[in-house]
């Protein structure tokens, strides 16, 4: 009664303003404080789009201005709708309503209806004075950038049905503390706070549990952790629309979730519950929640379970499914078959293993599929030929890469005729691609890469007009590249790389490719064909990839209307021409330039501007002459390759000139050029380094100390120079270092001790044929990781040490993997390699050098016997310990190293037996024991038998392969162990005698001797291998 | 975002590694070879690695000085599989060494084309199917040892032609006919032939050599 007479009088006073004011019109509804309220509400406003232009007070009826709706009778605004654009778009700023909310706007008392929605208000609060709108029902903040608290008063809004605070997905500064203001608003179905900090709101659920009302509940990235598994009474279980997206709980999944058995919409996108998930009476999960259209739960593992996926056969309505990122292992591809209403599933990053059930085709409602990433097997062709027979097939996204299917691409595939994408990469899908597929007018992107797709590329390719991606890559693509592929004007990405294409390529077919930026097409055999000499292209492209293309013999003069390029790579493309000057002023951001193996001339240029920082540059296997200039080091390049060329001069300017700042380099291969002088000592600004290689060159002088103190230094290679002196210590010291390689130079002195080797990464150390000499010292056995060590042809003297079990690679106890020293995925990936010897020949190992086990000490001074703790090397591939003074027997544990490929004990003073046990060596395929003093039977085996004379010849052995047969019958294994010591003591007298003899005849000479042990061993291995060489010429001319 | 990553690996190392493909004919062979054994328990078919130019550097495998394949080592090594006729693309080859394995399916009659061939060691394997008749062309042959197979049919009489083999063993198989006795044939000691279904030597002019076959 109290409110009705308010509301008589109200319409008196305000029909008695209507009287009074002969200004305004009779037909104008608009209450007049509250225009000027509203006046005073835009002055605050930037409005830069004039959106309310029609608020002036030049308009009096303010119940016409844009966005008001008043009430019919009183003339009262009761709705204000000023929803700004979709902040999404394009340029939406411009068109949003700025600054800050006057006040003013309170005088609307009638108001009921709020949306000031995707705008932007600076991160200014939400104003308090909000609360005082009594008889508010809805209240739309979303998206406008307020910033801060989230006002109590709000709370006081008691006829609220609806409020939007979402702030999208970035998470709002300022904490919420509390819910409870919201335990009031007793109408509200439909509350929004996305992007709020509720982690302190740890009474967030006790204050939505006391909402009876409501209907939807979008809680995305509140940054909530605490979430109850049990409720003990569910009020609010009309819920239609759950969103608790993006709010890592990482607990188990809550069960009460599933007694909401009215809704429609469940998002618990990257909540990280787990399972397992209790059956609850009788069952679990998903049976009850019929209603359920929309159900995305991706990162969440409680869905790995069959009895959870079992309910999902309940969901008959379902719309969209996206059980991505879940784990999955359980089959579940089969539940789908009867949700004829489903229009979107998304499976993709499980591990789903199952057979692709067919069915799956029959699903015409279906408009996005995404299976990526799991390892379902099967043939994709019944389910492709299904999804073509639907009768008007709706799907625009396909995507089924990174799995396991085959078969082919059936004839009609272009019935799909709303395809957008269409990916089946990374698969093993074999046969050809349709001629059908150019009806896909809306295609965007086809990947295909990663296949065994055959055939040529259809002609048709010209029709898809939409087509932005092209990725057919690493398949069996023959024939030639398309001319129609020239029509794809809008294609920006090509990429056909690694295919078996062939034939020339003409400026049409690049005709109107006016959006290309990338072209990837390496490693094909394609030629490229210009029939004028100023071709210019019409695009402008970042990634030019054509390696492996024939593109000469003359530079290609049109890349130098290409200055966007990034990454260029013309590599082994046969050009035979002198480098043009304008190239290196042509470009600016190349980040990857690779024009090697080709025969470009010329010198290199001190300007590198044409670089970005971080570059890799790979001039290798050129015909590039002249210094390598000081300003390379201020480039910032990463990678340089410039191994292989006729560069001269000294490294001094490279490495030492104008270092203020330490160089980006990592990988530095200067190796096979001409380069002379001194390693200069300048390494304190390139710590970065990881890479080295200086092989092959003609320095001289010492290695720098400093080399062993760059910390990232993975891999030295000075190989084949004239480096002399003493090999610095702090290389074999250096805790990253996994390869040295300093074979072929004259270094001198003792191998360093090494002081604290426990922690190298040592894998592979080189130091054959130098000068080095002294005893091999015992701290090379903590060389633990060390799995090729070769100190052949120096001069090294003393015994073996017997410390070889600490090799834990070489003895079988650790396995090695790939030596990755440098890697930029889809650019260069530099892999640890060497040149080895074994087999009496040398070979460069890179892919494979990290499986390579081999001792190589030959062509030394060595003396005493072989340890039988040699034998222990039971990963050891190649031993080479010929060309030394090794005396004694073979170890009869010779027999398990059954990994031993390669063994050379050939040119030593051995005796004794070949153990039998060798005959179990049956990976042996070369074997040298020539030249020793072995005697009795060679052992019989498959593998000893099959080598030739040569391996066995100088001694005194007999049996097969030698003409030479035995006196004694064949023995077994048994037996040949027992007759060693009998024919032992056969010629023990000889031996005495002999020994006596020599000792007595030659005591004048050998006395002095007696006294230095390094003199009496390097004499008597002195006199011994003349005496050997002398034998072995004799073998020669005989 | 694991499997993605993956795939990324595997491209780029698919990238790096396809830039030389095998050209070599004789890589091709072995790589061949290695594709058709479908397992490989010890691993000793890892560093076979087709992207490299030859296969020389390959464990097990030994290469001339020309880069020629002239030994395969693959004895005692568990593999699995079967052979295929790509294997008679090692002209070169001088020593084919695959006993003690599990390798089933019949022996190539390709392995004829092996010229260079002295020793053919398949022994104690799965082969089944008849010794191929070609393996007469293998002038410089002087191991042949296919025992302890299943091996059936007669033992060709072209393999009498084999002037320099010096050791021949054919036992436990299902072999039938009779045994020659022409050529090397006259050394070869009764054991090389036991435990087969033969039906003793050949009686040449009265019976013929695959009698009771």
Same mark, same amino acid.
């Given at each position: ?62 119940? +016409? ?795 030394? +001074? ?50 004794? +037996? ?125 | ?213």
């Amino acid at each position: 009664m109290k409110t009705s007479s308010l509301f008589f009088l109200l319409i008196i006073s305000s029909l008695c303003i209507n009287c009074l004011s002969n200004t305004i019109p009779k037909w104008v509804l608009c209450v007049d404080n509250e225009r000027l309220a509203l006046l005073q509400f835009k002055k605050d406003l930037i409005d830069d789009s004039n959106r309310l232009s029609s608020w002036s007070s030049s308009n009096v009826d303010c119940c +016409k201005w844009a966005g008001i709706v008043c009430d019919n009778f009183t003339g009262h605004v009761q709705e204000l709708h000023l929803q700004g654009p979709d902040p999404l778009l394009e340029e939406a700023s411009t068109r949003m309503l700025a600054r800050n909310i006057n006040p003013s706007l309170l005088s609307l008392k009638q108001l009921k209806y709020l949306d000031l929605s995707c705008n932007d208000f600076q991160a200014t609060e939400i104003p308090s004075f909000l609360g005082s709108f009594r008889y508010l029902r809805y209240l739309n903040l979303s998206m406008s950038q307020f910033y801060g608290r989230v006002p109590h008063q709000l709370g006081n809004l008691t006829m609220l049905t609806s409020l939007d605070l979402g702030n999208g997905p970035w998470l709002s500064n300022v904490p919420v503390n509390s819910l409870h203001w919201l335990s009031g608003l007793r109408l509200l179905q439909h509350l929004d706070m996305s992007g709020y900090d509720l982690n302190r709101a740890s009474d967030w659920i006790q204050v939505i549990n006391n909402l009876p009302s409501l209907v939807e509940l979008h809680l995305p990235s509140c940054n909530l952790t605490q979430i109850p598994n049990h409720l003990s009474e569910l009020n609010f279980t009309s819920l239609t629309v759950l969103d608790l997206s993006y709010n890592i709980f990482n607990s188990l999944m809550p069960t009460w979730i599933f007694r909401l058995n009215k809704l429609v919409s469940l998002d618990l996108t990257r909540c990280l519950f787990y399972g397992p998930v209790p059956p609850n009476f009788g069952v679990s999960g998903f049976h009850n929640m019929t209603n359920l259209k929309i159900l995305r739960v991706p990162e969440n593992d409680f869905m790995n379970s069959s009895s959870v996926l079992n309910g999902l056969l309940s969901l008959t309505n379902l719309v969209s499914i996206d059980i991505s990122t879940c784990n999955l292992s359980p089959s579940i591809l089969g539940s789908f078959q009867n949700m004829s209403s489903l229009v979107s599933i998304d499976l993709s990053q499980n591990l789903i293993t199952e057979v692709l059930p067919d069915s799956i085709g029959n699903l015409c409602n279906l408009r996005y599929v995404d299976l990526r990433s799991n390892h379902i097997i099967g043939n994709v062709s019944v389910l492709l030929n299904n999804l073509c027979d639907c009768d008007s097939p709706k799907l625009e996204y396909l995507a089924f890469s990174a799995n396991r299917l085959f078969g082919h691409l059936p004839d009609q595939l272009g019935h799909l005729k709303n395809l957008i994408t269409f990916d089946v990469a990374f698969n093993f899908i074999s046969g050809t691609v349709p001629d059908s597929i150019g009806k896909w007018s809306s295609l965007k992107e086809l990947m295909l890469n990663v296949n065994l797709i055959s055939g040529s590329l259809p002609n048709t390719i010209g029709n898809l007009t939409s087509l932005n991606k092209l990725e057919i890559s690493f398949n069996k693509f023959n024939g030639s590249l398309p001319v129609s592929i020239g029509k794809l004007q809008k294609l920006e990405y090509l990429s056909v790389h690694h295919n078996l294409l062939t034939g020339d390529v003409t400026e049409d077919h690049f005709a109107n490719l006016t959006s290309l930026t990338t072209l990837w097409a390496e490693t094909n055999t394609l030629t490229l064909k210009l029939s004028v000499d100023n071709w210019v292209p019409p695009f402008n492209l970042d990634v030019l990839r054509i390696g492996y293309w024939n593109l000469g013999p003359r530079f290609p003069s049109w890349l130098r209307s290409q200055g966007n390029l990034t990454d260029l790579d013309i590599a082994n493309s046969g050009i035979s021409d002198a480098m043009p000057s304008w190239f290196w002023i042509s470009f600016s951001n190349i980040v990857f330039l690779n024009i090697s193996n080709n025969g470009i001339r010329g010198r290199l240029v001190g300007n590198l501007s044409i670089l970005e920082p971080n570059a890799v540059v790979d001039l290798s296997n050129n015909l590039f002459e002249g210094p390598i200039f000081g300003q390379y080091n201020e480039a910032g390049i990463a990678l340089l390759d410039l191994s292989n060329n006729n560069l001269s001069g000294s490294l001094e300017d490279f490495l030492c000139s104008k270092l203020e700042q330490d160089t980006q380099l990592k990988v530095l291969d200067l190796s096979s050029n001409k380069l002379i002088g001194v390693i200069p000592d300048c390494w304190m600004n390139w710590q970065a380094l990881s890479v080295v290689n200086l092989g092959n060159n003609n320095l001289s002088g010492r290695i720098p100390h400093s080399v062993g103190n760059l910390s990232s230094l993975q891999s030295f290679n000075v190989r084949s120079n004239r480096l002399s002196g003493q090999l610095p210590a702090s290389l074999l010291n250096s805790k990253s270092l996994q390869i040295i390689e300093l074979s072929e130079n004259e270094l001198t002195g003792r191998i360093p001790l090494l002081i604290n080797g426990e922690d190298t990464k040592l894998k592979l150390l080189s130091l054959r044929s130098n000068k080095l000499e002294g005893q091999l010292p015992n701290e090379l056995c903590r060389l633990t990781l060390i799995q090729i060590l070769d100190l052949a042809h120096n001069n090294l003297s003393g015994t073996l040490p017997t410390c070889f079990v600490n090799f834990s690679i070489m003895s079988g106890k650790q396995q090695s993997s790939v030596i990755v020293l440098y890697d930029v995925p889809f650019q260069v990936q530099v892999i640890g390699s060497a040149l080895l010897v074994t087999k009496g020949r040398e070979f460069e190992y890179s892919t494979i050098l990290y499986l390579v086990t081999t001792l190589d000490l030959s062509g030394n +001074k060595l003396t005493g016997s072989i340890p039988k703790e040699v034998t222990g090397l039971l990963g050891l591939r190649w031993l080479n310990l010929s060309g030394n003074c090794l005396t004694g027997k073979i170890p009869d544990e010779i027999g398990k190293m059954t990994l031993l490929e390669s063994l050379d004990l050939s040119v030593n003073r051995l005796d004794g +037996k070949i153990p039998w046990s060798m005959s179990r060596l049956t990976t042996l395929n070369w074997l040298n024991v020539s030249f020793n003093k072995f005697t009795g039977q060679i052992p019989m085996s498959t593998q000893l038998q099959s080598f030739n004379e040569s391996s066995f010849m100088g001694n005194e052995l007999c049996g097969p392969p030698l003409a030479k047969l035995c006196i004694n019958k064949t023995v077994s294994p048994d037996e040949g162990e027992q007759n060693d010591d009998e024919s032992d003591q056969l010629k023990w007298g000889f031996v005495i005698s002999i020994v006596l003899g020599f000792i007595i005849g030659f005591w004048g000479v050998v006395g002095p001797l007696i006294a230095s042990k390094l003199w009496r061993s390097a004499y008597f291995c002195f006199l011994y291998k003349m005496w050997l060489k002398i034998r072995i010429m004799y073998h020669v001319i005989t | 975002m694991a499997s993605f990553t993956f795939s990324v690996f595997i491209l780029s190392l698919l990238l790096s590694l396809t830039r030389i493909l095998c050209t070599n004919s004789e890589g091709n062979a072995l790589h061949a070879l290695r594709s058709k054994l479908s397992s490989d328990p010890k691993n000793v078919l890892q560093s076979w690695d087709p992207t490299l130019v030859n296969p020389c550097t390959w464990f097990h495998v030994t290469c001339d000085s020309n880069n020629h394949v002239i030994r395969l080592d693959l004895g005692n090594s568990n593999i699995s599989g079967s052979l295929g006729s790509e294997l008679g693309e090692l002209k070169h080859l001088q020593y084919l060494e695959l006993y003690l394995n599990n390798i089933e399916g019949k022996i190539p009659k390709e392995l004829g084309n092996l010229k260079n061939l002295v020793s053919m060691d398949l022994y104690g394997n799965k082969f089944q199917g008849e010794i191929p008749k070609s393996l007469s062309k293998l002038k410089s042959l002087r191991f042949l040892r296919l025992n302890n197979n299943k091996l059936s049919g007669p033992i060709p009489r072209e393999l009498t032609s084999l002037s320099n083999l010096k050791v021949f063993d054919v036992s436990n198989n299902n072999l039938c006919g009779t045994i020659p006795i022409d050529g090397p044939f006259t050394n070869f000691p009764m054991e090389s032939f036991e435990n087969n279904v033969l039906n003793g030597p050949e009686l040449q002019g009265l019976v013929s050599y695959d009698f009771g076959c």
